[in-house]
């Protein structure tokens, strides 16, 4: 009797054209509706504090908002969000500083929606950006010349005597 083989492929159609789909289903149903994880809000006031750099007015933050303490300018106010480089301090104006001889001045741009100030501490010479909102004791603002003001926290007595 010679050898007569069975063919599967008759009886095995309909759970392939069915149970693919269905998986696909199943995974596409997971990775959509599985619940992720929520990264708790940043509270403003653990930046509370006087921040000075060396060549630019030194900037308050409080409950009142940010204020950078140059004649004229007006309160800003921010928050603190979690980004993919650090924690960044978001300005809810287009402020820029322009170097005006060897010190700059802040001024509010007529384009532009914020500005993002990151958060970084030193590691061997380099900045790196904050991820724990406890080390969020620097800050750098970009200038307009390409060159960053490197804010750090200090006593509150430098913003009073300003």
């Known amino acids: ?5 069975i063919n599967y492929e008759k009886k095995f159609t309909l759970a392939y054209y069915i149970g693919v789909p269905l998986i696909i289903f199943c995974v596409l149903g997971v990775t959509i509706f599985w619940p992720r ?4 809000a940043l509270s403003n006031s653990i930046a ?12 308050l ?3 009142g908002g940010m204020k950078i303490l140059q004649d004229g300018f007006p309160p ?3 928050r603190l969000e979690r980004q993919k480089q650090g924690i960044a301090l978001t300005a809810e104006a287009p ?4 170097q005006t001889g060897k010190t700059y001045t802040y001024s509010i741009s007529s384009r532009g929606s914020g500005r993002f100030l990151s958060f970084y501490n030193i590691i061997n010479g380099q900045r790196h950006g904050v991820f724990d909102e406890t080390n969020l004791d620097s800050f750098a603002m970009l200038a307009e010349d390409g060159n960053y003001l490197l804010y750090v926290r200090g006593p509150d007595s430098v913003c009073q005597s300003s």
């Open 1 to 5: 009797m010679p050898y007569q083989s």
């Open 37 to 40: 994880p929520v990264t708790p």
């Open 95 to 98: 402020i820029t500083a322009a």
């Open 61 to 63: 933050l409080h409950e």
């Open 76 to 78: 800003v106010s921010y």
């Open 48 to 59: 509370y504090g006087c921040y000075a750099a060396d060549t630019a007015p030194p900037i």
